[in-house]
């Protein structure tokens, strides 16, 4: 393939030596790109990837100049390997963790009894998200918040009983040795962050930059000093910072530059992809292939089923097996399975022990919780579904999935098909609308409706970009009825970096 003329100016631009930040649209052919850079050069390169498969595939493609590997490698090279032994511990129950630490006894906080094994969960969270940040030391904003403990006072409480174990259990994890908390990738990742490592290079490569999360971006920022820098970022795409992911491109310096061209559909989709752009206020617009066909309208026998949320997902695959459809879940079935365990738990009488819902004695509590405490709204969807169709009906679809290859039909959370991609693509309807604002009590049925959100635009632009030749708006397409979902021709328009 000849390269285009933004592909020839991005290796213009890697020629001089400065650092490059590269916004690569869906379907762009990003991966193209870097290929050609480093092809254009004898200097010692690293190609830092978003997950293994990525690495394993760039492998394939990179000449033997560029080493491809992902961060976790990175570290494990220098400093994880000494952890081998504990890597390879059995599994233990976090109950068992918590004791070994010292958690031996129940609390009370406020009106919420929190039991042994619930705070074990809260210290072991807590060393993970201090893993994820460029943190030197676990402090209180590394405790997760439960559910019913949002108020910033019952966390202080929460947070001074749960530090000095998360700080405990941070120490046993430096013995490579032996220890009781059970050693994994995220931990030597961290150990090796905090030597403040140096990778040896001439330049480095960082695909997927907008789903950074802080230590990697820090490690990456920080070789600046001696390697010239290649981010490359689809902001749009930027939808992981629930679990701390973070754009790395905001405020970095370097060279602006575009990938706009895309190849994985045509002019149709991009004028779709360009609306959700406008909205998310992207810094790109996308242009699309004459020579693919791609078009929008009714798909009644999809490839993927792409839903919001992993409820729409599983309600979804209810509703297809009904209809006596072969299913995959991309992703998988095992968390959607825990969590009706847990609801079956409670829906019985139970306590359960699942993160979620581990502050709640019983289903009646939760159901009032989703229904009517404003940080619990998010669980309404979870809790409906399983007062429709009951915790056993959730666990025998799951138990009913098959291998994607297998499937007629892929169903996904959109956050999950990102990079992934199908001829024949529909959109569930769990996208719904922004709700109406208004201020009077009862609102006339004219009301215009809310403003779209920055991370719903994100996600749906995620969601309508998956397809190569036929898209299924359908949920998606109230959009056309939105006053801020108009098209615009000047919309379309790829932005001039600065």
């Known amino acids: 393939m000849n390269p285009t003329d933004e592909q020839t100016a991005a290796a213009d631009a890697f020629h001089t030596g400065d650092h490059l930040a590269l916004q690569a649209g869906a379907g762009t052919g990003k991966t193209t790109a870097l290929t050609l850079l480093a092809r254009t050069t004898t200097r010692r390169g690293r190609y830092l990837a978003y997950n293994r498969a990525i690495a394993q595939d760039a492998r394939t493609r990179f000449p033997g100049t560029v080493q491809c590997k992902t961060a976790h490698a990175l570290a494990y090279a220098a400093v994880g390997h000494r952890y081998t032994r504990r890597l390879n511990a059995p599994r233990r129950p976090a109950w068992q963790t918590g004791q070994a630490l010292g958690v031996t006894n129940a609390i009370r906080i406020g009106d919420r009894a929190i039991s042994q094994r619930a705070l074990s969960n809260a210290v072991l969270r807590t060393v993970t998200r201090f893993c994820h940040t460029t943190d030197t030391k676990i402090t209180r904003h590394h405790v997760p918040c439960l559910r019913g403990l949002e108020d910033k006072d019952l966390h202080r409480e929460l947070s001074a009983h749960i530090l000095p174990f998360a700080r405990k259990a941070w120490c046993d994890l430096q013995n490579p040795d032996d220890g009781a908390v059970r050693f994994d990738h995220d931990h030597y990742l961290k150990i090796w962050a905090l030597t403040q490592p140096r990778i040896d290079a001439d330049f480095l490569l960082l695909d997927e930059a907008q789903n950074t999360n802080p230590v990697v971006e820090h490690i990456c920022l920080a070789q600046?000093?001696?390697?010239?820098?290649?981010?490359?970022?689809d902001s749009a795409q930027a939808i992981y910072h629930w679990r701390g992911a973070k754009d790395i491109m905001t405020g970095f310096g370097g060279t602006q530059l575009t990938l706009s061209q895309s190849f994985r559909f045509g002019p149709q989709l991009a004028e779709e992809a360009n609306r959700w752009l406008?909205?998310?206020?992207?810094?790109?617009?996308?242009?699309?292939?004459?020579?693919?066909?791609?078009e929008l309208g009714v798909v009644d026998q999809p490839d993927a089923v792409l839903c919001r949320t992993n409820v729409g997902a599983i309600t979804q695959v209810m509703t297809l097996m009904a209809a006596g459809c072969r299913v995959g879940l991309v992703g998988g079935g095992e968390s959607l399975s825990t969590l009706a365990q847990a609801a079956r738990d409670l829906k019985e009488g139970r306590r359960t022990h699942h993160l979620e819902l581990v502050l709640f004695p019983t289903w009646g509590e939760l159901q009032d919780?989703?229904?009517?405490?404003?940080?619990?709204?998010?669980?309404?969807?979870?809790?409906?579904?399983?007062?429709?169709?009951?915790?056993?009906?959730?666990?025998?679809?799951?138990?009913?999935?098959v291998p994607e290859p297998q499937a007629q039909v892929s169903v996904s959370a959109a956050h999950k098909a990102k990079g992934r991609e199908w001829a024949l693509v529909k959109i569930a309807d769990d996208f719904t609308?922004?709700?109406a604002t208004s201020t009077l009590p009862h609102p006339p049925e004219h009301t215009a409706p809310g403003p779209i959100n920055d991370s719903e635009a994100r996600l749906a632009y995620v969601a309508v970009t998956r397809t190569r030749r036929r898209l299924d708006l359908g949920g998606l397409s109230w959009i056309d009825q939105h006053p801020d979902g108009t098209r615009r021709r000047s919309d379309m328009r790829t932005p001039v970096p600065e």
């Open 224 to 233: 600046r000093r001696h390697a010239q820098l290649v981010m490359v970022d």
């Open 278 to 294: 406008h909205l998310a206020d992207a810094p790109i617009r996308l242009t699309g292939a004459d020579t693919v066909p791609t």
């Open 433 to 435: 609308p922004p709700r």
């Open 369 to 401: 919780y989703a229904a009517h405490d404003p940080a619990g709204r998010d669980l309404q969807p979870f809790v409906d579904l399983v007062d429709t169709h009951g915790a056993e009906a959730i666990l025998a679809a799951v138990a009913r999935l």
